[in-house]
Each structure stands twice: as C-alpha cells, then as structure tokens.
C-alpha cells in the first residue's frame, strides 16, 4: 500500500532596485552608502536632442519641456553649452516637446512615441521672435536609437491589440522580431505559460520583468507567471549586447509595461471560445478527444483625478476541458481510453499611479496568478509495481503567484533623477497525485 505524496515549492523574494542618472558626486555618494543591490531593469524611456536656430547655431541656455499627452505629467530641462538636452527615465507614451528662449519664437515637436528601454532623438530649431510667434511640428525624430548598441526591438499596443494570439499568451508576438520564436511550455507542471527563445538558447535561459521587477521562475527558469493581455501596454525583447541591468539570464530578455490609467476612461472585454470541433485528431488518437475553451474578461482605467492620479484593472479567465488518451497500439487494451485532464487559469492586474508634483512620482502594481490542472506524469510510478498505469499516472498541479510592486521618481534637478523600486513577488507550485494504490 502507497501513501499520500505531495510536492510543494514555495519561492518568495524580496528586490530592491535603485536607477540613477547624475553626476558623478552623487554617484560616488550614492556607491558608498546604498545598501542595497542595484537590481532593477529599465522600463522607462528617455529623450534627448540638440536646439539650434535657422542657421544651425547651437542655442545654449534654452528651456526645454517634455509632456506627456495622456497623463500631463511633464519635466523640464535647460540645453547645456553645446546646445543638448536629456531626459532620462520618463514614462513611455506619446510625448510633446517645447523649447523657447528669450528673443526666440518658440518650437514645439509632436507626437513623439516614446518605447520601453529605447532613446528617441529630436532636435528643435528655434526661429527669431517677430518672424512667427510659435513653430508646430510633427514629428521629425529619428527613428533609429543613436544612443545605445542594445540589439532589442520593441512589440507596441496597437500590435498586441489587433493582431490575434491563439491562447492570449502576449509572447506568441515575439515572432514579429527577426531571429525570435516563441516557445511551447517546457515546464509539465505549468501549463500554457510557455517562454522565448533566441540565439539558439532555450525557454528556460531567458529572463522577463514586469515594470522593472523581476518576473523569473528561480527553479525552473523563464517565466513565474503571465499578465492579462488586455493589461500589457507594450513589451520589449533583448537579444544581444545587453546592458548592465539585465542580468539573470543567458538568452533573451522580455521587458514588459503594463497598462495604467489616462486622463481618458478607457476600457475593453473579449471573449474566446474553442471547440472540438474546430480540432485536427491526433496522429496517436483513435478519436478525436474532448475539447472546449472558454476565455474572457477585459479592463477598464481612467483618471481618479486628472492630471495627478490614475487608476487601472485588468482580469482574465480561463476554463479549459480536454482529454489526455492513452493508446498502446492493443497491446495493454484495458488501459486505453480518453481521460480528462481540465484546466484553470485567473490573471488579475491593478495599477496606481499618483503625481505629487513635477518632481515626484509613485506607482503602485499588484498581479495575482491562480491556476489549476490535471497532467499526466511522464512517469508512472505504479508500473514498477505492477500498478494499473493509467489511474495514478495523473497529477493535480496548482500554481499560484502573486506580485507587489511600488516604485518612486524623484527628478532631483535637471540633470539628476533617482527612481526607487521595490519589488515582493511570492509563487507556489503544489503537486497532488490523482490517486494512492
């Protein structure tokens, strides 16, 4: 007689993560008394350019401001003697830019798209005050990254939006970049998460944040746990020459935003369904085996008040019902047949983001991660003693995770910005045997 097993992994962390841009005084200042790793990834953006007049002069000493269309929020610089100006560490989103000076008519840049762990150049020309009070122009940033040798290309919301996944796993995308593939679950006792490959390295070597957090499964490697579609702003994936901040891993690195809120309501629901029906039968299945699909869900996120706060949330379910079929050619009959095998899934996301003033900023994101499912073992433990295989060659896998994040901006001066992040993420993965004989 066999007794009850059960296998439990618990993986619980903390992470602190500090990103500086400054001079070199405070990052002195900063080496010699942090206490805590410098750990976290970039999930903001940053923009820069050089202010010259009509007839391509430097313009030292003008003032440079930096909006951003949808939240309001909005920084301010000055060109230095060469006429340049930067700014680090700003939220991605579509952006306005506005440099004016004494003497000169003010110029403004327009719809600049700021991605995830890109910088974006753009230059102003300021004409003589008198000839035009005020310069518009759209867009005439270079759409190249002038800063950085980081091989990486970025997947954008209106490609997650339009473009249709089977299961709604966000990395299926990473096939629109050259040289990346999406790969199955490799991990039999979590299901549909899969992982990204690149570089001839597997799913397990690769590294995923979530708003700069990490995101990692310290057992098994790549993913702990997947974020709802619908609350994926956009993501990044990072296949070569890699920046400091992304360690942790050999292959490829997915850098993912979530979603929050707007100084517009904005929301969604979806629905998707499969059947049987619309299913090819296996080479190995006699039948074609049971099969449904039901995922829905959807988001909604808006200003709490506008210009300073926002919030957002984002759930999707998932109920599948399928069948696992065991056939030995006719050689064990009395263990052959179609045995169920159904499949769970909850994603939660929810997002805070409060504006205290233009210098000081927070964030506050929470995901939760529940699912349960019936999986063969690739092993029958009864066979050695002379069990029937297929009654206890189940087991009842339940995976749950869940994430806190908070994270601080302080812009301490035009040319200094320090963003604090800390990060809590727990995951338990729970193995139950179907059976005990």
Do not use: C
Not at 57 to 65: D, N, S, Y
Not at 92 to 103: C, I, L
Not at 280 to 306: H, L, M, T, V, Y
């Amino acid at each position: 007689m066999r007794t009850k097993e059960q296998s439990k992994i618990r993986s619980q962390s903390w992470e602190f993560g500090m990103s500086k841009i400054s001079s070199w005084t405070l990052l002195v200042i900063v080496s010699l008394l942090l206490v805590v790793p410098a750990n976290a990834q970039v999930v903001t953006s940053n923009l820069q350019g050089l202010v010259t007049d009509t007839s391509g002069a430097i313009v030292p000493g003008a003032r440079v401001t930096a909006a951003n269309v949808e939240t309001g929020e909005s920084r301010e610089t000055t060109t230095n003697e060469e006429g340049l100006y930067r700014f680090n560490l700003l939220p991605r989103g579509p952006y306005e830019v506005r440099a004016s000076k004494a003497g000169f008519a003010a110029a403004t840049l327009k719809d600049l798209n700021l991605k995830v762990g890109g910088t974006l150049t753009a230059n102003l020309v300021l004409r003589l005050a008198g000839q035009v009070e005020t310069v518009s122009v759209i867009s005439e940033a270079s759409r190249v990254d002038l800063a950085s040798s980081q091989i990486q290309e970025p997947v954008q919301q209106v490609q997650i939006a339009t473009l249709p996944i089977n299961d709604r796993n966000f990395q299926q995308l990473a096939n629109l970049i050259p040289g990346v593939a999406s790969a199955p679950s490799y991990d039999p006792t979590k299901r549909l998460y899969g992982g990204v490959v690149s570089g001839g390295a597997t799913a397990r070597s690769s590294g995923i944040s979530v708003d700069g957090g990490n995101f990692n499964d310290n057992i098994v490697g790549g993913p702990v746990g997947l974020v709802p579609e619908d609350a994926i702003q956009e993501f990044q994936v990072i296949t070569n020459q890699f920046s400091a901040e992304y360690g942790h891993s050999s292959g490829p690195f997915i850098n993912v935003v979530t979603k929050s809120g707007t100084n517009q309501f904005h929301g969604t629901a979806f629905g998707l369904f499969r059947h049987k029906d619309l299913q090819a039968r296996g080479f190995f299945e006699p039948a074609k085996p049971d099969f449904s699909r039901q995922q829905f869900g959807g988001s909604f996120g808006g200003p709490i008040i506008k210009d300073k706060t926002f919030g957002f949330f984002a759930i999707e379910r998932n109920r599948q019902e399928k069948a696992q079929t065991v056939n030995t050619a006719g050689i064990f009959p009395q263990f052959e047949g179609s045995f169920p095998a159904p499949f769970r899934d909850l994603l939660m996301v929810s997002r805070f983001d409060h504006h205290f003033n233009r210098d000081h900023t927070f964030s506050f994101r929470a995901t939760f991660q529940r699912n349960t499912s019936r999986e063969g073992l690739r092993i029958d433990p009864n066979i050695s003693v002379g069990g029937a295989p297929t009654d206890s060659a189940f087991q009842v896998a339940t995976n749950e995770n869940i994430s806190w994040q908070g994270m601080h901006t302080w812009v301490v001066s035009p040319t200094t910005v320090n963003q604090f992040t800390l990060h809590f993420n727990r995951f338990i993965n729970e193995l139950n045997p179907t059976s005990f004989g």
